[in-house]
């Protein structure tokens, strides 16, 4: 990642008066500070659509374009840059249009030297602040992270230590959370910091494969052992030897593979479909999913036995809403990630648009996240993202949350329901079970919901 950020400030002046740009430029001039001049608005918004400067001084009564327009021109395309505007017939209302509008200050002509240097001195100093700031955010990046995770809240460094104490030992790990929380990237990182870092890691997601390919794909085939079986074909664990099998979403796996799988555990032993040869492996098995495994057992849709092998050891990831103090962070690696994709230059976020970030409850956890800071990267025309490039069901939802935090009972009910619903897969017969309801009130909550939606939109 980039560390480094060039210090270098450039300042805009836009007047039609010659001399008021000639003694901006000679009060101003010093080093760190880059200064441009325009003699006309279109010209000046000409040089800053080119130059991006972070600093405008713009007077208020020019021709064709008065300043208020000029401002509301350069915030729509850059809400992060700093604006003076400047004028020789002041009043209150238009000054606190402007500050609404987005200037930083409001200053009457003739122009006070002295106090031009001092606010252009105060925006210097916050930009270099906002530089050691910037270059701090990487640092804590690089720190804080474990093998492409990120965070620094008590409950994701949990995860880090017990990932760390697990990772040289386990043979068998259970990764448990919801949906996007991140647990391929946990599986990773226990393979990473395994003894065996360079041997394989396999990868199957148990929801993706049809029930009568699981055998196979486990474990292989023979040519001849059915249909289309043309050549011999190594399984999964024999592709893995001597490595790590993930196996995502394991509470899809059917109950007849789970018997086979539980062999290859203890045993470590594996059969090609059609062979009766018994080859001996050595793999480390992962396995994630998104449901609770004890109430499956319960439901005897998953092997009491299994469950007790793969949960040895549990490593369980928290919700994005639990941890929201990594959201900066967060945010800030996936900014520098998509930047560097999208081969642009974007160097941060307003802060309305992270307060908006900040208030959104993230359902979809880190990879809602992920998905939406990729987004805005993709869609801005600025250096710096803003609630325009944000989406508009995060925007509604952030919207609707009170300050003091309070919602009211339908909420609360719309979000343990949507909740349960993103935890079984979207499953409604399963869903109206779990919540002890009918499904023919299911639908009618969905409803509601959905309606709900649309009147915020």
Request: charged share 25%.
């Amino acid at each position: 990642m980039k560390t480094d950020v060039h210090p270098l400030v450039t300042l805009l002046a836009i007047d039609d008066d010659p001399q008021n740009l000639e003694l901006i430029s000679a009060a101003l001039e010093q080093p760190g500070l880059h200064i441009l001049t325009a003699g006309d608005p279109e010209t000046g918004l000409d040089v800053f659509y080119q130059k991006l400067p972070r600093i405008v001084l713009c007077d208020f009564m020019m021709p064709k374009l008065n300043g208020m327009e000029v401002l509301e021109k350069i915030i729509s395309a850059d809400p992060g840059v700093e604006v003076i505007l400047m004028t020789a017939h002041y009043s209150t209302d238009s000054a606190v249009e402007a500050i609404q509008k987005g200037a930083c200050d409001y200053l009457t002509k003739p122009l006070k030297l002295e106090k031009l240097r001092e606010r252009i001195g105060e925006l210097l100093a916050q930009a270099q602040e906002r530089h050691r700031a910037l270059r701090l955010e990487y640092e804590l990046v690089e720190s804080y992270q474990l093998a492409g995770m990120i965070g620094r809240s008590p409950q994701i460094l949990d995860v880090f230590v017990k990932i760390r104490r697990v990772a040289p030992h386990f043979r068998t790990v259970l990764v448990t959370g919801a949906t996007g929380t991140g647990k391929e990237l946990a599986a990773r990182a226990l393979h990473r910091l395994s003894p065996v870092p360079a041997k394989p890691f396999a990868v199957l997601n148990c929801s993706a494969i049809v029930d009568t390919l699981f055998e196979s794909e486990l474990f292989g085939y023979v040519r001849g052992a059915f249909t289309g079986a043309n050549q011999d074909k190594a399984g999964l664990f024999e592709y893995a030897n001597g490595g790590t099998v993930f196996l995502d979403e394991i509470g899809e796996l059917p109950l007849n593979a789970q018997a086979k799988l539980l062999r290859v555990i203890q045993n470590q032993e594996i059969q090609r479909v059609g062979s009766p040869v018994v080859k001996k492996v050595s793999v480390r098995v992962i396995a994630a999913t998104n449901r609770e495994l004890k109430k499956m057992v319960t439901e005897k849709t998953f092997r009491e036995d299994l469950y007790y092998r793969l949960a040895m050891v549990e490593i369980k990831l928290p919700r994005l809403a639990e941890r929201k103090e990594d959201l900066l962070l967060l945010q800030r690696y996936f900014l520098e990630r998509f930047a560097g994709e999208y081969n642009k230059e974007i160097t941060g976020i307003t802060r309305r648009a992270q307060a908006a970030l900040a208030r959104y409850n993230w359902p979809g956890n880190v990879r809602e996240l992920e998905n939406v800071i990729g987004s805005a990267c993709m869609v801005t025309e600025s250096k710096i993202i803003d609630i325009r490039d944000l989406p508009e069901d995060v925007l509604a939802s952030s919207a609707e949350e009170p300050q003091d935090g309070l919602v009211s009972l339908e909420t609360v009910e719309h979000r343990h329901v949507l909740r349960v619903l993103e935890n079984l897969g979207g499953n409604k017969h399963r869903a109206a079970e779990v919540l002890g309801i009918s499904r023919a009130t299911l639908y009618a909550v969905l409803e509601r919901i959905g309606a709900a939606q649309k009147q915020a939109q």
